[in-house]
DNA sequence: CATATTTCTTGATCTGGTTCATTTTTCTCC
DNA sequence: GGAGAAAAATGAACCAGATCAAGAAATATG
């Protein structure tokens, strides 16, 4: 009943996410049992698309193996990344699933992956059995704020290079994962720009 | 309906805060009570700072009177506007605030205010005390990031020129009290090139 | 109400990063 | 393992918006 594709493989558990959410809040034997099923497992192929603009974000997307890229597409057909996951990441669009309102972005996986999903409903539901529900989502949301903030400064006060040395500073595994004109987009810069600078770290290297 | 104009003023209380919360949460006559013992009303005026780098920032402040501004400062004395509020809107370094932790920003008035402020523990306090208050700072949070990530999107997306009309379309009011400086660097760009945009639409105009 | 300070305007010049076009490299999948 | 597709690299020209400089308007303050 499992079909497990890659070559080799753990056993797909929600554990992983149990650990997670007792980072934030503790979790009695119950709300453990309640939270195992709420969340359905779901393996996603490499260029899946697990949101689509105009469709409402019907599910919370917690990543428990591989890496999704959250974009937007301009009138130009410009792509915008605005949110990337791998591991221990949550990933959906916000604005559609807060809202339950269509969704104005792509989700997609970058590789073949695993999710843990939850539906709105469901997670109405959680907070509605247990406060401690309430309080970890809230947790989930500052944070989420606190992280856009950041995210909104660096942009605003550095220069597209600082932007790249810096991300790649700070999540040097994830650069290694991503294709780079997911990265560009991301920082706010093009493919380009991106290549010039690691040629030029390559010729000063050398 | 009623205009308050700014030399004379009513009796401040905190009635705006109680109707602000329960347009998100229901309030039973005793978490009105809890309120209204949390949170305290003060005067701030034009030019002075409610919080400052290094040191933590104790409150969160929803604005009853007045406006204000949320910048950092780079290290070439550069100012970058992170957040403005007017009248029911709340404002803090929510970096610093949540993780209460040092502030990377000021926040000053841009006019003679009025905030409720609630500090740090007594808002632990309140959530304890009762789900609801979770309930709230959870969708409040929830909002906050939804509202960053659409301003993200326009950063990303759209031009200096296109950033500036929009926000003209959405805020029309704000933009009438707010210096041109803090306007300019909230959108990211110069007061410079915002005063060029407002000459070209008078020259188009006649 | 006069003067000092802050904010806004205007012009000239410059540049970080884009755009466009082409080639090279790296994946992908039968 | 080889053909086709996708991604990355490279060069040349360009431009949106910044920077610099200096004056004009608006606000604050004694």
């Known amino acids: 009943m ?17 650990e997670h ?10 709300e453990v049992r309640e939270t195992l099923l709420s969340f359905k497992l779901k393996n996603i192929k490499k260029r899946q698309f697990i949101i689509q603009p105009d469709f409402v974000a019907t599910h919370r997307n917690y990543v428990l193996k591989g890496s999704f890229r959250a974009y937007v597409v301009d009138s130009k057909g410009q792509e915008y990344t605005i949110q ?22 792509f989700v997609v996986a970058l590789e073949d992956s695993e999710v ?4 709105y409903s469901r997670e109405q539901y ?16 500052e944070r989420s704020t606190a992280f856009q903030q950041r995210r909104l ?36 810069m093009t493919t380009e720009f991106i290549s010039r600078l690691r040629n030029q770290k390559k010729k000063a290297k050398s």
């Open 126 to 141: 959680l907070k509605r059995y247990s406060p401690t529900f309430e309080t970890f989502f809230r947790i989930m949301a």
């Open 21 to 30: 959410i007792r980072k934030k809040v503790s979790l009695s034997p119950e």
């Open 84 to 105: 990337l996951a791998i591991e221990d990441w949550w990933i959906s669009d916000y604005n559609s699933y807060i809202f339950q309102q269509p969704a104005t972005m």
């Open 116 to 119: 843990a999903q939850i539906d």
């Open 2 to 18: 499992k079909i497990i594709p890659m070559d080799q493989s753990t056993l797909p558990t929600l554990d992983p996410l149990i």
């Open 153 to 188: 400064i660096a942009n605003l006060t550095q220069t597209a290079e600082e932007r790249y040395h810096h991300f790649l500073e700070q999540y040097p595994r994830l650069v290694q994962r991503i294709p780079q004109y997911a990265l560009a987009s991301y920082l706010g």
